[in-house]
């Protein structure tokens, strides 16, 4: 603005300084205020980015996998054999004549390997025919004559099964009195030990007791101790300490076993003893 032209030049030069000043202060101020609305804009418009951006968020962007690579087909293996099983020697049961002391002993060998190699019958009649061939003298060739004639004169096989085998083998060829042949000799003294060896005398006295059916422990200890030898049977009955109960069998055939052993022991040393002469003493000079 315009001064009138009696102002002092002091004033004037103040007042104009003044107005200078309040015009800058003017422009800054404009300035200021232009780059607040500025900046203002420039936020609002990320803002607004930013809720157009969570309203509508993009696809999500597909990973560049390669591609699986192409496998060749599986080699099919040829299929590993079976196992086989091995199966022990067997022997055959030995011929058979009828005796009818035989006749327990060689059927249990029949039974026995039929049960060790069954694959070896297709069916009961083979096992039948199979135990038939041992039959090869005495009664019981003829027995087995007997059977086959039967055969052909009915066309059928009289014996169907390995049970009905086993009942007309029992009728046949084991003792008839077996139970009562058993006792009689347990009741005498045909089975004493004698010069036999305990192991000997004691499988026969165990064969003896299963037939005459004798399960008491104090009969059992009572008919074994009376065959027993003299010797023997002493050094049990006398022994200092553990000695067997008279209610122990067992513990009675282990006693005499073992009495027995030391026996043969003994006479075997006393054998090379008397066998190796014995060297001269020396004598010494004074």
Not at 54 to 67: D, G, L, Q
Not at 232 to 243: E, L, V
Request: aromatic fraction near 10%; include cysteine.
């Amino acid at each position: 603005m315009s001064l009138p032209s009696d102002t002092p030049q002091g004033i004037a030069d103040t007042l104009g300084y003044l107005q200078h000043h309040l015009q800058e202060l003017t422009e800054r101020q404009h300035v200021s205020e232009n780059n607040i609305n500025s900046t203002l804009a420039a936020l609002t418009a990320q803002l607004q980015q930013l809720t157009q951006l969570v309203a509508n968020p993009p696809p999500p962007a597909v990973p560049n996998t390669p591609p699986p690579p192409v496998l060749s087909p599986p080699v099919s293996l040829p299929p590993a054999p079976p196992v086989q099983r091995t199966c022990p020697k067997l022997s055959c049961p030995p011929d058979f004549n009828g005796e009818h002391h035989n006749g327990r002993a060689f059927l249990n060998s029949c039974s026995l390997y039929i049960r060790l190699a069954p694959e070896q019958f297709h069916d009961e009649q083979e096992r039948i025919l199979w135990a038939l061939t041992f039959f090869k003298g005495g009664r019981a060739a003829k027995w087995s004559e007997n059977v086959f004639r039967q055969e052909a004169d009915t066309g059928v096989f009289p014996i169907q099964t390995w049970g009905d085998f086993e009942q007309q083998f029992w009728l046949h060829f084991f003792p008839a009195n077996v139970e009562a042949d058993a006792i009689n000799a347990l009741e005498g003294t045909s089975y004493h030990q004698g010069n036999r060896m305990v192991d000997d005398y004691l499988d026969s006295f165990q064969a003896l007791v299963s037939d005459a059916g004798y399960t008491d422990p104090w009969t059992l200890v009572v008919k074994f101790r009376r065959g027993l030898g003299l010797g023997i049977q002493n050094q049990i009955a006398t022994m200092p300490y553990g000695r067997p109960a008279d209610t122990d069998p067992n513990a009675w055939y282990r006693a005499a076993r073992r009495i027995d052993q030391a026996r043969l022991a003994n006479e075997a040393f006393q054998s090379v003893s008397r066998s190796v002469p014995s060297a001269p003493l020396k004598t010494v000079s004074a």
